[in-house]
């Protein structure tokens, strides 16, 4: 078999282009959010539980809907000077594949949280709740959807 210079521009090509992925591998092996992941650990962040749950799952457009919910505990992180914070809870919608801030609101640890929502379309909406991360507690997101049918 003879070589032609285009089989040897070939096997140069992809000697290249395997010691270029050789050197991009270890960082791909290691995941974007690990070194956060590790410093929330590290940190000693309580642990919340975000659940809600809506008033009706069927409205019509434009009609009112109630969502409440509350935020619990799960391990027990204090303020320093020893008082409560309010804690962020806000109300997502899934829109083309990607989680939308819908509206946001605060409560205390151990506390309860409402929304009033409406929607101007006629469609089924999937909703989640969700708790950032703050200096006290880790984020946190509810265990599941909330669908809604408007229509």
Not at 53 to 58: E, F, Q, S, T
Not at 89 to 100: F, K, S
Not at 114 to 133: C, D, G, K, N, Q
Request: hydrophobic share 45%.
């Amino acid at each position: 078999m003879t070589r032609t210079p285009r089989s040897a521009g070939r096997i140069l090509s992809a000697l290249v282009i395997s010691l270029a992925l050789a050197g991009l591998a270890p960082a791909l092996a290691a995941p974007a959010g690990a070194a956060s992941l590790v410093s929330t650990a590290e940190t000693g962040k309580g642990k919340v539980k975000v659940e809600g749950k809506l008033g009706k799952d069927h409205v019509k457009v434009n009609e009112k809907v109630d969502l409440k919910g509350n935020l619990k505990v799960l391990d027990a992180a204090r303020a320093e000077d020893g008082t409560q914070t309010l804690e962020t809870v806000i109300v997502q919608q899934l829109q083309a594949g990607a989680w939308v801030n819908l509206a946001d609101t605060t409560c205390r640890p151990n506390g309860g949280f409402s929304f009033t929502l409406r929607f101007s379309l006629s469609a089924t909406v999937s909703l989640r709740l969700y708790h950032p991360e703050t200096t006290l507690y880790a984020a946190a997101y509810s265990a599941g959807t909330l669908t809604l049918r408007v229509g």
